[in-house]
């Protein structure tokens, strides 16, 4: 059986591509220059379209903007900060991060289509010197960070009259001059917070699991993005308690480590790589995707959400 | 610490209320009748709006279109099957269920932000005397089922001009006179096919674990939604072959039984009940949604997306 059911053997990178914005680690990635983008009329799948991009289509997160997660079991998760929208919780969680303040604590929290969380459940854990809990929210900028291109979307959004990618970041704005924020999709990550706007100081964070909860936006501060591993925060145990947190702390995943990628030896960096939205390729990837070639596919959507947009992500 | 963070031990339903369609059994439901839903002008959060539902607001699904699935150490999944909008899929997974066919096979397939997925994976479960595999595609309706009122939100979706609810199901138009088509959204069921648009006999299942892959809409059969017991579709490990196939058979979940609630003695049947998408109470769950007053929200979305609009389920 082919499609959405069960396989024998017959799975293929170009008639069944990953869908979502992750390229599975095992899908082999060609270099090649098909000149494919040019071409409006496309007749390619989402997978031909990545088989096809070139290597400046692809950035590197910097790794003094990103880090490695590594979760009990091994369970390793990369996240990158959003510098550009968020840059003062991008300053205190790389802050922390490197004080190794994350160690140790745990996943607390789990709520089915709605949230995975972690950190400084009890508020007990010491603060590094110099740092106070509360941070100046970071819900929205007034207006594009300078030299930021925004790569709108012509598909309508529930939310916002404008929707897109910054920088890489889901975005959105009631008024093109801003002010912008980002938007609340799966696999973005947010810093929790008190009633207080500015009570979210990146003691504890949080990943979307579930279907956009774009009625957070505006309200918390989201950081940044998992790039690899997010199944890891995905496939937890739900908790029983109210809110989805666990019963009791046998029930949590301890956080082993979270370094900052410039703290690894070079041979231990993940090579993740994320398509460049303001790329030629990133638009015939979403034109791709809302009308769909590949053989399965009967019937093309002609439009994406924009959390069905989100750039697909590679290893070198 | 509150709200998104972690808490202590002052959760309580009204503040920090279940934000999805799902309410937790431990929440305890009031039948009081607080006449909210007459003034739009509400101050009221989400749980409160529920706690003050009467008993009419709520529908019990019917027995003989409604599953228990057991899977593997006790873990319970109900859903409800769709009649209204594919009264030939229902009718054969009623048919399958009634037969124990789903007994003993298994969940294959678990791709992160996508689908689980759950059937005859080998394609060589003898099917029932008379049952051939070929089943004729329900993608979409002509028009609305007669009787069938369609509540329509006023909010724009990315993938259809018309959006809402009718009979209790999320459903897109892109005319207001037809076709009509369920929509993808997290916690639906569908039914896998083969590349031939009338290849999805039921013979396996998948439910959406991720944002709603809307792209999916008219290309495939949804058959129905899980009410219950979703975290454990969603919360089961990824598979790491193609697709999230698992690799070996011995990751797979297996499914004890599949019984339709009627073939279960009265005491058996979880008694689950799912609010009228027709009813008042219904649009001010819908307003408290859009617009929160719970103490933690300081900013109101205003809009909601169909996917984040599914009915609220309780137990009675």
Not at 34 to 56: E, I, K, R, Y
Not at 237 to 250: D, I
Request: hydrophobic share 45%; proline share 8%.
């Amino acid at each position: 059986m082919n499609g959405m059911t069960a396989q024998h053997s017959n799975h293929t990178g170009n008639r069944y591509p990953p869908r979502g914005g992750l390229v599975p680690w095992f899908v082999p990635i060609a270099g090649l220059v098909l000149g494919a983008f040019a071409n409006p009329g496309h007749t390619a799948s989402p997978a031909q379209v990545l088989a096809a991009t070139m290597a400046a289509d692809w950035r590197t997160p910097a790794p003094d903007q990103t880090l490695l997660m590594e979760l009990a079991g091994g369970r390793k998760v990369v996240i990158e900060l959003a510098a550009p929208f968020v840059p003062r919780h991008a300053n205190r969680i790389a802050t922390l991060t490197r004080a190794h303040w994350y160690d140790g604590l745990a996943i607390v929290r789990v709520q089915d289509n709605y949230v995975t969380q972690w950190g400084d459940a009890e508020g007990t854990h010491p603060l590094p010197t110099g740092i106070t809990k509360m941070l100046a929210a970071e819900f929205s900028q007034p207006a594009l960070p300078a030299g930021v291109k925004f790569t709108q979307l012509p598909d309508r959004d529930a939310y916002a009259r404008h929707v897109g990618f910054a920088a890489g970041w889901p975005v959105a704005m009631e008024k093109r001059n801003g002010p912008v924020w980002m938007a609340h999709c799966y696999g973005m990550v947010g810093a929790g917070r008190d009633a207080e706007a500015d009570s979210g100081g990146a003691g504890e964070l949080y990943a979307v699991i579930g279907h956009g909860p774009r009625h957070l936006d505006l309200n918390i501060t989201l950081v940044g993005r998992v790039l690899l591993g997010m199944e890891h925060l995905a496939a937890l145990p739900r908790g029983t308690e109210a809110l989805g947190f666990y019963q009791t702390p046998a029930e949590r995943t301890a956080i082993v480590s979270a370094r900052m990628l410039d703290e690894l030896p070079a041979e231990q960096r993940p090579a993740v790589e994320v398509l460049r939205t303001e790329s030629a390729a990133y638009q015939a990837w979403l034109e791709a995707r809302r009308n769909r070639k590949d053989d399965w596919f009967l019937h093309g959507a002609r439009h994406i959400d924009l959390c069905n947009a989100l750039p697909p992500v590679r290893l070198r």
